[in-house]
């Protein structure tokens, strides 16, 4: 592991059945740094960013993270460190507020509860109204519930994010909003897959997938 | 209680009669369940004359080694059933939901039997098996509505729950709520009865005490003592079905299992 990464990627390979998703991918992230994965629909962007936070298990290879090798133990430490947010968040049922209060009943994000306070200060970021804090989430678009994900995002602290398509339910004004809030956050490194330019142009650096083998990276 | 009249078998046979109304009924309305009530009605015979005879044997030798035999061949019937009816893989879930079975049934039984009733022996025959009986046919019900309310309810919700996962929560503090639901759904039915039992009908116990010689207010306590049995019963049981069974439904990153579900088209 480098010592100076916050996501260390080693030829991780999974395949759903026949048809292979990743194959011998690797990558590294240091702190602090924002990376666009960019590539073709199938190519296994998403189920990248699934591997890394644990929520799809790959047959070979390592993820690391804060120099901690992802296994059945360190897994559950390690998600307390990272941010998902997923292309469709589902927050399950009940209001935004709750959605949003919610984490801080986990033992792991209990330190955090005064953080919560800061709602209305990142809702305001992300150009949320206040008054959706009392929606159902199911009522809410498919872009209102993606800017909650990122509000929730910043209330845990996380320092390493990982965003899957983030801005594809947002109209122009409100993407580059979005795009952004994140470029510019302070010491949270970043992983974001997206097929969008703006977030080619507004990160520093982009790792291409693509689907035949080998893999390749480009960089930008 | 001087014991209930007894009804001789050619006038139980004359009582089939009445099956002439249901059958003519389904006949004349050409409603496609008339196979299925000659096939129930055949099997419920059959069943009841062979526990019928197999009961009498176990009371009048009335030992407890064979009354605790004929309850354990109780509860793996019900564990096979439960397992059936959730469409769940037999061989991983088959001893944790016994042994379910078995607290929900057997905690609340050595209470009625013991300081409820107070006779001795207390695995009399003629108590034990009625009254276990009852409490295991309710965690029977409860155990197949809480752990299909809970598997499923995961599976279906899955994006939520791995959303769950992902915000740091450990396993136990992510099945939380789908733990709450699946309690809330298979208590909600003894809750209810409890709440309008006597109003609506006479229930089934308090019925057979009554028949069996005993004044009302027996009947009575005794219904009292069988809902609290109940209600214990079924809570123990689905919520020891979920803690027994999780250990072997989740991957070791807390992912739900699939392969804990027998597909459907194999049934």
């Known amino acids: 592991m480098n010592s100076g990464s916050v996501l260390e990627i080693e030829g991780l390979s999974l395949r759903y059945g026949e048809r292979q998703v990743l194959n011998g991918f690797s990558m590294r992230l240091a702190p602090g740094e924002k990376v666009t994965v960019c590539g073709p629909s199938g190519v296994g962007k998403s189920t990248l960013l699934r591997c890394v936070i644990g929520l799809a298990v790959p047959q070979a290879g390592t993820v690391t993270v804060f120099g901690q090798r992802l296994d059945a133990v360190s897994v559950w430490t390690a998600r307390r460190r990272m941010a998902y947010v997923a292309q469709e968040p589902d927050f399950g049922p009940g209001t935004a507020r709750a959605a949003l209060e919610r984490p801080f009943s986990f033992r792991a994000n209990a330190s955090l509860r005064d953080n919560l306070t800061r709602i ?26 993606q800017r909650l994900a990122l509000v929730l995002a910043l209330l845990l602290e996380r320092p390493l994010w990982l965003l899957d398509e983030i801005s594809s339910g947002l109209d122009p004004e409100n993407r580059q909003t979005v795009i952004d809030a994140v470029a510019r956050l302070d010491g949270v490194a970043v992983l974001a897959v997206s097929h969008d330019r703006e977030w080619q142009a507004a990160l520093p650096r982009t790792v291409a997938m693509a689907p035949p083998e080998p893999i390749r990276k480009a960089e930008r | 209680m001087n014991g209930a009249f007894d009804i001789g078998f050619g006038r139980l046979a004359a ?39 197999y009961l009498q044997v176990v009371f009048d030798q009335n030992r407890m080694w064979l009354t605790l035999l004929w309850l354990i061949i109780m509860v793996g019937v019900a564990d096979g059933s439960i397992l059936r009816g959730c469409r769940l893989r037999a061989r991983r879930f088959a001893l944790p939901l016994f042994f379910a079975l078995l607290a929900g049934t057997a905690v609340p039984l050595l209470v009625f039997v013991g ?75 003894t809750v209810a009865s409890m709440a309008t039992i006597g109003l609506v009908a006479l229930p089934g116990m308090m019925t057979g005490v009554i028949l069996a010689g005993a004044n009302p207010m027996t009947a009575i306590k005794y219904q009292i003592a ?42």
């Open chain 2, 15 to 53: 009582g089939y009669l009445l099956l002439s109304f249901p059958f003519a009924i389904l006949l004349w309305t050409r409603a496609p369940l008339l196979k299925d009530a000659v096939v129930a009605v055949v099997r419920m015979t059959l069943q009841l004359l062979f526990v019928g005879f």
């Open chain 2, 226 to 267: 069988i809902m609290i049995a109940i209600f214990a019963g079924t809570a123990l049981t689905v919520y020891g079905a979920i803690l027994l069974t999780v250990r072997h439904s989740f991957h070791p990153y807390g992912l739900l299992d699939h392969d804990l579900f027998v597909p459907k088209r194999v049934r």
């Open chain 1, 120 to 145: 209305p200060e990142w809702m305001a970021r992300f150009r949320l109204p206040a008054d959706l804090l009392d929606k159902e989430t199911a009522a809410l678009s498919g872009g209102e519930r």
């Open chain 2, 115 to 189: 300081p409820i009733l107070g006779r001795s022996p207390w695995l009399d025959a003629q108590y034990a098996i009625p009254l276990g009986g009852m409490i295991l046919g309710n965690c029977l019900r409860a155990d197949i509505i809480g752990l299909q309310r809970f598997y499923e309810g995961i599976a279906r919700g899955e994006k939520a729950f791995h959303q769950t996962l992902a915000q740091g929560a450990q396993l136990g503090e992510a099945i939380r709520p789908h733990v709450r639901d699946a309690l809330q759904a298979a208590l909600t039915p």
